[in-house]
């Protein structure tokens, strides 16, 4: 079984999706396989080793693709440089995104064309016909992108099956590195680390650009304790956070916050979310207070993602909305 440093002389030898691919996931009772450092490799397959070596093989190999293509696609970006995209892969998949940081490299790769749209739900084979497909057709309905996978991030993130393999995998709860101290509260292991650095690219993009609507289309149970709840999706965990954080920081980003619940919930929906939104900040209390949640029920049956339901949308997000269904906040 190679370590970490094997892996890396592999790597300097070989071209980075090779040497990856080829080498044994490193043993975590050899001491040479802890990274010992807070700086970043200086090779693609070290990089690799690091954030993979605790995962099981499914998991695994989607990850080792998603950083070979991450750090292909970082590569392309003018004025981007090998050392700089391994630095900010390296920082992204440990958890650390300092407000600069999510500035940098790593979030011109999740620029989306268009107004964004978040999501959660979607996926091949819904009862419904639920999927990214449908959802990307009712995005451009109401004149948005979805960011995943519009983004360059999102395709990247599909092609290597949305991590899929990941979930469930224990391993990827595992810290990143072995360094004691702080770093421990904001190195959560390697996937957790991804979709909160996605996540807050997505969002602060939104924020960067000044949306005057933030839309987001959710087909999500509500209760805890299913595998596929609302409380275990990227948009709950990531997103919602990111949102918070943003408009506590960003004086003049103020979107209207609209929800498309397809489980016919809104009512529940709404309150959730807003407790999930209003920690301490009274930034975003008094934006809530200014701008109620907007939140269109669409059960199955009775309503689809379809022109009838984006004209809906449309005219809720227009300059004279008419009545439509909005949750007032209020603090208890």
Known sequence: MLSLKAMACLALGASPALAIRAAAPPSLTREEDCWESVAAPDNLGTLSAIMTKSLGRQ????VQGLLVDLYTECTKIEGSSQEGCLKELF???????ATGYRDGLASKLAAAPHEAMLWA???EGEPRGLTQKALQRFSNMVDTSIVHPSSILGKVVQKNNDLLGCRGDIGAL??????????RLIDKGPIAGFWSGASRFFVHGMASKNQSSVVAVLNKGLDLDTEWSLQKSVFWNYELLQLEFEIGQNSDFRPQLLLVDLRGTCE???????RRL???LEAVKTWLLRKPIICLDCLEGHCDLDEALAKRVRSCLGKDPPSCPRFEFCEV
Not at 268 to 274: E, F, G, N, P, S
């Open 268 to 274: 529940d929906m709404t309150r959730l979310v807003m």
């Open 174 to 183: 595992r810290p990143c590195c072995c360094v004691r101290g702080g770093t």
């Open 91 to 97: 920082w992204w998949f440990f958890g650390y995104t």
């Open 121 to 123: 739900g979607f996926y």
């Open 278 to 280: 209003t920690g301490d």
């Open 59 to 62: 998991c695994r190999s989607e």
